[in-house]
């Protein structure tokens, strides 16, 4: 193999300035995936999935709180970088990055599906919307929108452009503990207001509820908050964590909340069936961004073990590089190939205990091979353009 045929096949790998972070990228990745597997076939009238499965699958649903969590550390580190070295936040470079890395492949993917879907009347009016990431802004039923899993990717593009002026208002405070405070008022605030919804609104259906509150950007801002807070917490205050860390006592203080939460939020029903939707306002930013809280806490600041040392393997910052390029396609590939392939297995009689693992294993091997083709041919030659506009 030639070295240019080489060096264009090689991947931009991610940074790896906090390894540990790559493997929690890729088990967010899994989950979210495997989510939309459960998701499609309980939608399927020819697949027929137990109930039961369908519910634990997709209790398991806050690995995409996961990634807005990371990405307000990194975009929040980034920022704080840049204003101790430069005194400001370098908005040029900032914007010019950002986009470089999300718009191509994004418009890539949008425009190869509007133009090789027969699209409805209601897709069709809705595809504008769609164009200028404001997805979570409209209806998100299959028959309403194209990309409608873009609802997240059009949250994180809305976050970059407004925490440049949060920022700015954070640098005006006189402490760092002010600007944490008005970070965590920021982050109660979305809880604040997806409550109000709920009182004001009832009653609900549960899926009324969900189509109200999970994806609008009013109501799933705190993930990205606390990813704020993260980042001024590991930015001036890593030095007294990582001592205070050190006792396996504070450790287990930091690790139990955490446990307490991902036993909240895969059983809902705990409090009864009756009071389920008021656990989802609560789940869906709160008590995720704190069982995220103190795991990265950990992560970051605890000694290193033996899962700090496997979520860092070399593996997992191959497969996060590819994260990106996985989650564009891989509701398209599940629909048209997974799909299927799993109601022709169905049909055979052959048993969802393989069925559905085979489905996701083929979901996943098929996502990486498709987000590799995006990123040697999309992704990379944009970051060379990124590089030379930034510099």
């Known amino acids: 193999m030639s070295g240019g045929l080489k060096k264009f096949l090689e991947l931009e790998l991610l940074d790896n300035r906090y390894a540990s972070l790559h493997g929690l990228r890729v088990l967010a990745i899994i989950s979210v995936v495997q989510f939309h597997v459960t998701w499609i076939f309980a939608g399927e009238n020819g697949i027929k999935i137990d109930g039961d499965w369908v519910i634990s699958s997709l209790t398991v649903f806050f690995g995409m709180d996961l990634f807005f969590i990371l990405s307000g ?19 040029r470079r900032f914007y010019i990055r950002r986009v470089s890395r999300t718009f191509p492949s994004y418009y890539v993917v949008l425009i190869y599906l509007s133009l090789t879907t027969a699209l409805t009347a209601s897709q069709l009016h809705h595809l504008k919307w769609e164009y200028v990431y404001a997805t979570n802004f409209m209806p998100l039923g299959r028959q309403d929108s194209l990309m409608f ?11 970059y452009l407004t925490v440049p002026i949060l920022f700015f208002l954070l640098q005006r405070l006189r402490s760092d503990r002010a600007r944490i405070a008005l970070l965590a008022g920021l982050w109660l605030l979305a809880l604040a207001i997806r409550m109000t919804i709920y009182v004001r609104r009832a009653p609900w259906t549960d899926l009324s509820l969900y189509e109200a509150l999970y ?22 205050y890593k030095q007294q964590l990582t001592e205070w860390l050190k006792h396996p006592f504070h450790r287990a203080l930091v690790a139990l909340p955490s446990l307490a939460c991902l036993w909240l939020l895969v059983r809902p029903w705990m409090f009864g069936g009756e009071n389920v939707q008021l656990v989802h306002v609560f789940a869906w930013g709160t008590v995720t ?9 950990l992560l970051l600041h605890a000694p290193e073990g033996v899962v700090h040392r496997a979520l860092s393997l070399p593996i997992f910052r191959r497969i996060a590089t590819l994260g990106y390029g996985v989650y564009l396609v891989h509701i398209p590939l599940c629909d048209r190939i997974v799909v299927p392939i799993a109601r022709s297995l169905y049909d055979r009689k052959v048993s969802m205990l393989l069925v559905w693992p085979l489905s996701l294993f083929l979901l996943m091997v098929g996502s990486l091979a498709m987000g590799y083709i995006l990123h040697v041919v999309i992704e990379k030659p944009s970051l060379r353009i990124r590089e030379r506009l930034a510099s």
């Open 215 to 236: 994806f609008r950007p009013h109501t799933r801002f705190d993930t990205l908050v606390c990813g704020l807070v993260l980042a001024f917490i590991h930015n001036r």
């Open 149 to 159: 899993w873009g609802w997240s990717l059009a949250l994180e593009e809305q976050f």
């Open 73 to 91: 550390f990194l975009i929040g580190s980034i920022l704080l970088r840049s204003i101790e070295t430069t005194g400001g936040q370098n908005l």
């Open 289 to 297: 961004s704190l069982m995220y809280l103190g795991w990265l806490i």
